[in-house]
């Protein structure tokens, strides 16, 4: 962990440049993701359908498209990137350990328990429910893992018990998988895939409070964080209390992601990586890293959902597959070039 | 010159509107029973796209897809400019329907069909729907007329043999089709019991369990004839040998998507399957 002494001082004002980079690469992907679609919109066009939505001028041709199908999307993509991505930056800092992910909490798993549940037990599976149920499925998991993990004292006390509850609920869903019939099984098969198709205004309205407020809150704790990458102990005698760091920021990554899984499925890849990527190419300052890595997962997010809309046109591909397929290759590259002997994080 | 071509030409298409008029021009058929039918009352003129469940016929797969029709994007279909959208009972997901919906393109939902009324009804509505209601008319009396045939076949069977159907066959456990499937129904209509069926829905079956069903007949999907080795290649597989369905090597592959589809197709292949089990 020397790379934290050496990156703390680092320059308020290039830290700054690069934040303001991300920001303007988001806005461009943004700007391309609006432009693509199945449909074949002009770029004209889409800037005519902004232009007429903000101006309050009526809707013209196909504006319905741009402003009722790929706008909400578009936030839903970007709040959800965001999420995924701070949740995970957030969750490498608590546990200290480069390959944690918000699913170790159990947000993930307990939110696939119940919208599986609701995909097999529910009379029809309606999509208010199943977001539902898995939002309040990946709350019950965390709080299960949180209050079994707080019995001891020490953040691998509470990683050993989010194996365990991860474990029972995939088993749970595992039960349920058998039990479920065709159409289910299909229903269920593309929600662990992810997608984001079902972006809509209201929906947008209802999801966006649990997403956006803990995201605003989460980089608080930045610099507790930063304490604590010196371990446990070291953080304490700096004056930081990690016991009390803990449910507040467990807390605030499952309402988060837990909300983020409920309304699009399971979208992997996202958390584990662009933390990662961010922390191995500019250091692991969380005052840094956190906001970067919003923006980040964000344009990651929204650069797959473009893709997943046009790949296969008129048809879509699940967006989990785009995340890993688009990530993966260009993480294993950036892990091979780095030269032997540094450290992971 | 240009005026008076403009006028004859708004006369004509006034005169041939009370035909024309109501029949869509740019149909997105999500189903493959749908299509089928579709195709089976030549209106595929008017066919813009298809799902990837539509396989039948082969023209079909030439079309723009979808994608699974249960995982429909909104913007995908828009994209291809429908009038209308003739969806089987389970397209979905419910938020893309919703959104094509509210883009203003008219939807129409066909009920769920497992019954040959409800085939007959199925492909009436598609008739009225796409403007050809007399082909309609013309293949629902066939379709009706087979039906009535078989069930005569079927009335006049000496005993119903208990029939499985094996889906997935060759890896791991094969699943087989019990109570609420579109198999079980089939196997009904040809004049079969359904050995497997206690369970509900398409489980995973042991050799033990495939045993204790006694099954007099093992259906297999066609389509993967090739892959399970054929008729050897099923007898091999454990349990099979001690059925008396695998003694006598009563094993029977038919054709997954025309007999389980139930659309324009599944009388005939019903009909065929009977005619095999009643004189193997």
Redesign the interface.
Known sequence: MNSVAASLPRRRASRQALLGALALLLLATATWSLTR????ISPGDVAGALLRWLTGAPARGDD??IL???LPRLLLATMVGAALATGGGTMQGLFRNPLADPGLIGVSAGAALGAVGAIVLGSQS??WLVAAFAFVGGLLATTLVFLIGRRRPGVANLLLAGVAINAIAMAGVGLLT?L????QL??LT?WSLG?L??A?WS?LGIVAPWIVLPLLLVPRAAVALNALLLGEGEAALLGFRPERLQPLLVALVALSVGASVAFTGVIGFVGLVVPHLLRMTCGPDHRFLLPASALGGATLLVAADALA?TI?????L?IGVLTALVGGPFFLWLLLRRRAGEALS | MNVRRTLLAATVALLTLPGVAMAATRIVSLGGDVTETIYAIHAQDQLAAVDSTSTWPEAARTLPDVGYVRQLSAEGVLALRPDLILATHDAGPPTAMEQIRGAGVRIETLPASRSPEDIEAKIRQIGELTGHPKEADALANDVAARFAALAKSVAAMANHPRAVYLMSAGHGSPMAAGHDTAADRAITLAGGVNAAAEVPGYKAVSPEALVAMKPDAILLMKEQEQAVGGIDGVLRMPGIVDTPAGKAKRIYFVEGQALLGFGPRTAENAAALQARWAHP
Do not use: F, K, T, W
């Not at chain 1, 479920?180 to 159409?183: L, Y």
């Not at chain 1, 296969?312 to 879509?316: D, Q, T």
């Open positions: 679609g199945a449909m074949a319905q498209i009722g199908l790929r309606g999509s058998y479920a019939n065709e159409n299909r229903d593309y997608s198709g079902g809509s929906r809309r296969v046109a008129p048809g879509e699940p």
